[in-house]
């Protein structure tokens, strides 16, 4: 049975990313790519759809124990993790090397004190549990073959039981060292070369070191930014420079519920925020390789652009159910593939050419195609921001005229606009500087609700939306704007839970749910960030450091968190871990330094 979503540590190598357990299990891994079908999907399903446990011996019938502690290994992301039992202590290293070849999993058992007897036990299912592997020995080594692919595991200890189950059984004591790797390999091409562990401990030791060793931030909350940004950079997808949103799949929003979506492609929306938070703390050279992902992911005409991307700039992300998963805690469909690809989101305009303008400002070096593009978005959006689209949320429902997506749109605008001014590119000023105004005096005429003094989620709407916290951030109005004010404190009495989160919008209301789905969601993570942020910049600075630190107390004991919390639940839910809230705890924590909000 898999753990809770925050019993999970994440471990990476830049090109795909596997979930550890607290009890040794490793339950979700795709190989050789983040996209890619997984061998271990025990996660959606049960230990029969792959997984690989390595812990203290226990009985059969008992369930394995859970590590008495584990942490990273400083600034890095090697899991180290300890179990006490009444035979001494042992220690399980694992890590993901940097890649150079084949992607591997490596796992070291290491005797701490007495002598704990431990086993490994390594049940491979390719295409998401469904496919049961050919397992034979090649020259010493145990392969496991279907169609394309093929895992190869390398391990001086002994090895028995039957296709496609292997176990390890073995003792431990002080000093005591054994490892197990996993490596990948197309299944035409000969043997990966054999394994370093030792070795690759210590590369990937040092690779961690010297890139943690750019950020600039040094404030207060450096800890979280630093495992936060750590994570954003094993969510990045190294060969292109594509940000994947979350390494897993159908992770739920509600738990037994349908609100389960595959997260392991590039959205516009997340990257370019993403990328925001990486020019801000230093990292130029993974800012500058999204930049080039995205203009060749969005290469051709604007009427084309997509919101989400596969992690080389694919286009094609139909979506499928996996009818033979049960899906996490019963939760189904389980769904790969994104159908929401080709929504329009009008929205994704004014972000990713946000990112391009604080790219250009921030002194990364000049690309003439990224001006150009730019232009090309403005003259397609000059005619189309006026309709109606699935915005922010990307809603399964009826189309309508978001309020947010106006917004953003205002901001596609203002920020070409700004680059014209300072002569780093050419266009019709007088024109799109009329365009701006008409956008900016039609959302405050028709998304804006004066007898509740607060904007609306849609043009005509009484609902509300926590994406209308990004009015003040993105310049749209000043922070200290009666409608700003109202707007913050409607969404605090009407979209807070008890314990002070912040939820997207309402699920069920007098109107028809905006999202076209049954089941309710928590609270959003991203969106309780952005009111932190929000109170900071109306001078409530004390309320929103207490926010902020009181969504750090949510994060898993690794500091990771998934997209939502569920107030009912107490408990993590939605993909795992999630850039999307990574992401606004760095720029919350970036504006309370700055504010001087921070205290004992």
């Not at 050789?32 to 399903?45: C, N």
């Not at 060749?296 to 919101?307: M, S, T």
């Amino acid at each position: 049975m898999a753990g809770r979503i925050e019993d999970y540590a994440l471990i990476g190598d830049m090109q795909t990313a596997a979930l550890v357990c607290r009890d040794g299990t490793v339950d979700w891994l795709c190989l050789p790519r983040f996209d890619s079908h997984a061998i271990f999907a025990g996660l959606l399903g049960t230990e029969e759809h792959g997984y690989w446990r390595i812990g203290p011996a226990h009985a059969a019938d008992a369930q394995p124990p859970t590590a008495t502690r584990r942490s990273y290994r400083g600034d890095s992301l090697i899991l180290d993790s300890e179990w006490d039992t009444p035979r001494g202590t042992v220690r399980v290293t694992d890590f993901m090397p940097p890649r150079e070849g084949a992607p591997q999993v490596i796992r070291i058992v290491e005797g701490v004190t007495g002598r704990v007897p431990m086993r490994s036990t390594l049940h491979m299912r390719f295409s998401y549990g469904r496919v049961v592997p050919w397992v034979d020995l090649h020259e010493g080594r145990t392969v496991a073959v279907a169609g394309p692919d093929s895992v190869w595991f390398d391990t001086e200890c002994e090895t028995s039981g039957k296709s496609p189950t292997i176990h390890s059984d073995f003792t431990v004591g002080p000093g005591d060292r054994v490892a197990f790797t996993i490596s990948w390999q197309a299944s035409h091409l000969k043997p990966p070369p054999l394994p370093e562990p030792e070795q690759s401990l210590e590369a990937t030791e040092g690779f961690w070191r010297e890139w943690v060793e750019h950020c600039t931030y040094h404030g207060p909350y450096r800890e979280a930014v630093i495992r936060s940004l750590i994570t954003l950079k094993a969510l990045t997808y190294a060969p292109t420079g594509g940000i994947v949103a979350a390494p897993t799949t159908s992770l739920p929003e509600d738990i037994g519920g349908v609100r389960n979506w595959d997260y392991r492609y590039t959205w516009l929306r997340d990257a370019a925020i993403t990328l925001s938070s990486l020019l801000r703390t230093g990292y130029r050279e993974e800012a500058r390789a999204w930049r080039e992902w995205l203009l060749r992911a969005v290469a051709g005409d604007p009427e084309n652009l997509q919101i989400m991307y596969g992690i080389a700039g694919e286009r094609e992300l139909g979506e499928a159910e996996l009818d033979w998963l049960p899906g996490y805690e019963n939760s189904a469909p389980v769904r790969v593939g994104n159908g929401a690809a080709h929504q329009l989101q009008l929205d994704v305009y004014g972000e990713t050419i946000e990112a391009l303008h604080l790219a250009h400002m921030t002194g990364l070096a000049r690309n003439d195609y990224a001006s150009l593009l730019q232009l090309k978005l403005i003259r397609y959006l000059a005619d189309h921001w006026d309709e109606p689209d699935e915005g922010i949320w990307e809603v399964r429902g009826p189309r309508r005229q978001f309020v947010h997506s106006k917004v953003m749109a205002w901001v596609a605008v203002d920020r070409t606009i700004k680059l014209i001014e300072a002569g780093d590119a050419d266009g019709p000023l007088e024109e799109w500087r009329e365009l701006r105004d008409d956008i900016h005096r039609e959302v405050c005429e028709k998304g804006y609700d004066k007898e509740r003094n607060t904007f609306t989620q849609s043009y005509g709407s009484r609902e509300l939306d926590a994406s209308l916290l990004l009015i003040p951030q993105m310049g749209f109005l000043p922070p200290d704007d009666k409608r700003v004010i109202g707007t913050i404190e409607a969404i605090q009495r009407e979209l807070s839970t008890p314990d002070g989160f912040i939820l997207r919008y309402p699920t069920h209301g007098d109107e028809e749910n905006v999202d076209g789905l049954p089941g309710d969601e928590g609270a959003f993570l991203a969106c309780s960030f952005w009111m932190a942020d929000d109170l900071a910049m109306i001078g409530r600075v004390d309320e929103a450091r207490k926010l902020f630190e009181k969504l750090l107390s949510l994060r898993n004991d690794l500091g990771l968190l998934a997209e939502e919390w569920d107030p009912r639940l107490q408990r993590q839910v939605g993909n795992f871990p999630q850039a999307f809230s990574h992401v606004p705890l760095i720029d919350t924590a970036l504006r309370l330094t700055a504010s001087g909000a921070y205290g004992g």
